[in-house]
């Protein structure tokens, strides 16, 4: 399983873009990227998902480099409800078995 | 939007004793997952669970850990002589294609 390596923190204020990238220099050629958020005392939600190049959803994009080697988590515009830890996942698309690091813990302030 | 869901949200129960900690994964998945964690620390994977056997667990799944699908729809967690060291939030997930879906969890203190 590729190890990931992500800032511990971020600080942002309201309506900012936030750009969280996470290094992952050993991924495998079936490795899947994958980001969550998680809340205080609530379960991890996915966010977004990518293999390479560009993936945009309703809530952030994901840029991939060619190489793989890391990706960016961008989150345009956020607001205090963004608040939350974001953890980078690296691993085969119908992996049994999720591995967490410590994640980016995001503070948005007014 | 289909959810997980866990209860009791909160357990308070003393050292040991059993407990058992219940989700209902979303309803055409086939794949289930309990993760637990420690205040403060990493979410950590405990176990999957798939066509009513386990597929993998973790070193934390010792023997006093438990995983049943009882009645087609709950998935539980058993643990039978709790310690102070099983303190945490425990979450179930459960995985249709290749996204998963985790619960909002159970706090879980030992005293």
């Known amino acids: 399983l590729a190890k990931t390596t992500q800032p511990i923190s971020m600080d942002s204020y309201e309506g900012q873009e936030v750009n969280i990238t996470c290094s992952h220099n050993?991924?495998?050629?079936?490795?899947?990227i994958t980001w969550y958020q998680q809340f205080p005392s609530q379960g991890p939600r996915f966010i977004i998902q990518?293999?390479?190049t560009k993936v945009t959803n309703e809530v952030a994009s994901l840029f991939i480099p060619a190489d793989r080697k890391s990706s960016t988590l961008s989150l345009p515009r956020v607001s205090l409800s963004d608040t939350a830890v974001y953890y980078c996942?690296?691993?085969?698309?119908?992996?049994?078995?999720?591995?967490f690091g410590t994640g980016t813990r995001l503070q948005v302030f007014p | 939007e289909p959810e997980v869901t866990q209860t009791p949200s909160h357990q308070v129960t003393q050292m040991g004793q059993e407990v058992i900690l219940r989700c209902v994964p979303i309803s055409n998945h086939l794949y289930f997952y309990w993760y637990r964690q420690i205040l403060g620390q990493k979410v950590e994977f405990l176990v999957s669970?798939?066509?009513?056997?386990?597929?993998?667990k973790s070193e934390i799944f010792d023997d006093q850990f438990s995983v049943e699908r009882p009645d087609g729809s709950n998935f539980t967690l058993k643990i039978r002589s709790t310690k102070l060291e099983d303190s945490a939030m425990y979450f179930c997930a459960s995985r249709g294609n290749s996204q998963y879906l985790f619960g909002p969890g159970t706090r879980l203190t030992v005293t």
């Open positions: 996942l690296v691993g085969d698309l119908y992996t049994d078995k999720l591995i």
């Open positions: 990518g293999y390479k």
């Open positions: 669970f798939y066509n009513n056997e386990i597929s993998e």
């Open positions: 050993n991924i495998a050629t079936n490795d899947y």
